[in-house]
């Protein structure tokens, strides 16, 4: 609905106004008249009708008050966007909003951010924790972007085809925390957020198709294909959080990951790997694997290390640490891990305590371990990973 009032209105805060008149007007109608046939259809045509009506009194005041004002500009109406050349190359009203929101004049941060909240429709506090920063602080740094774009008159308007691929890597970004948000949702009851994560699925394959000879489009498609591939064995019937070791392999969808197969071998094969082609290449090894005590270990620790050297995030650190611990054994991932814990970057950050607990517990240590899990359990706002947490710390031995 965003996206497509964007279209008419070219100003982000106008059109979420109007995407709100919409919900109200909703909220009387649908009471009255009931529930239409196609709600989402019903919803974005009463926006736009919105939009158009702020956009006329607009003009109206503009004609009235002409030296208080630049000149009238031409407003197309709606489903009309004659100066939009890129629109017939971007298929997706969502995805065209992503490359519009991408404008080199943000920072990177602030264009995957914004994109995130207004575009995907991530809650600010999951933005916030895909960032590792508080929710006012994500808050703050959303506001500042959207009103650069309106000092800066930014245009919301879709770059043409040569533009787009200086713009890619940030779209890539903002799918891959898209899906990474939806596989293990920061907050809510359940473990994975299906709507986000297919979302995600659905861009990625739109700029994969937009840009077939890019190989970091390919790497993400891949990497998100083993993601839902492996969706239906993450949680039990009853919503618990399932190990990768607990899993039953036999459910994963074979055709998925051989379709990502294929993906990963071109992108390695057309030059050097980057940082989503390197992860799908990772996830492709596990899924690949007949059980997990003959996952190809040292082989994805190479490619961890291959991964750190092309994106130096201490995410990515934390999970080589994981890779170090099956190679090298729990005493050499828990030093890798205590180091992280020194550097700071990932204070707050909740997958460092639990994995700190897991490798504790593996050698013997389960005060230490009951410690970090219930630090752990402090930073989760997920009801499926706090009841696997509380699970894992009952089952350590008496201390």
Partial sequence: MLAATVRVTRDLDVAEESVQEAYV????????????DRP????????????????????AFRAKLPLLVEPETKVAPAGDDPGEAGNDAIPDDRLRLVFVCCHPALSREAQ????????????????????????????????????????????????????????????????????TTGHAAPSGERLV????????????????????????????????????ARRATRTDAAGRLTRLEDQDRARWDREAIAEADRLIVAALRAGPAGRFTLQAAIAGLHAQAPSHGKTDWPQI??????????????????????????????????AEVEALERDGRLA???????????????????????????????????????????ARAEALPDR
């Avoid at 989402?40 to 003009?59: D, F, I, K, P």
């Avoid at 308007?157 to 891959?176: G, I, K, N, Q, S």
């Avoid at 498609?221 to 839902?228: G, P």
């Avoid at 930073?379 to 509380?390: G, M, P, V």
């Fill in 301 to 334: 620790l190479e490619l961890y290390d291959a991964l750190l050297r092309a994106w130096p995030s201490p995410v990515v650190a934390l999970n080589r640490a994981v890779a170090v611990a099956a190679v090298h054994g729990p005493a050499a991932g828990l």
């Fill in 112 to 179: 995957v951010a914004l994109t995130l909240r207004l575009v995907c429709g991530v809650a600010t506090r999951d933005v916030a924790h895909a960032f590792l920063v508080s929710e006012p602080t994500m808050a703050a740094r959303i506001t500042r972007a959207k009103k650069k774009i309106a000092a800066a008159a930014i245009p919301y308007a879709v770059p043409p085809p040569d533009e787009l691929p200086e713009r890619l890597d940030a779209a890539l970004t903002v799918v891959h925390l898209l899906s």
């Fill in 193 to 228: 957020r299906e709507d986000l994560a297919d979302r995600a699925l659905d861009l990625a394959r739109t700029l994969h198709a937009l840009l077939p000879g890019e190989r970091e489009a390919s790497g993400l498609l891949a990497l998100l294909l083993v993601h839902r």
């Fill in 40 to 59: 989402g259809a019903w919803l974005t045509t009463a926006a736009r009708r919105v939009a158009l009506n702020a956009l006329h009194r607009q003009r």
């Fill in 25 to 36: 007007a909703a909220l009387t109608a649908w009471a009255r008249d009931g529930v239409p």
């Fill in 348 to 390: 707050g950050y909740r997958y460092l305590p639990s994995t700190k607990a897991d490798l504790l517990g593996r050698l013997g240590h389960h005060a230490e371990a009951a410690e970090a899990y219930r630090a752990a359990l402090a930073l989760s706002d997920n009801e499926a990973e706090q009841e696997f947490l509380t």
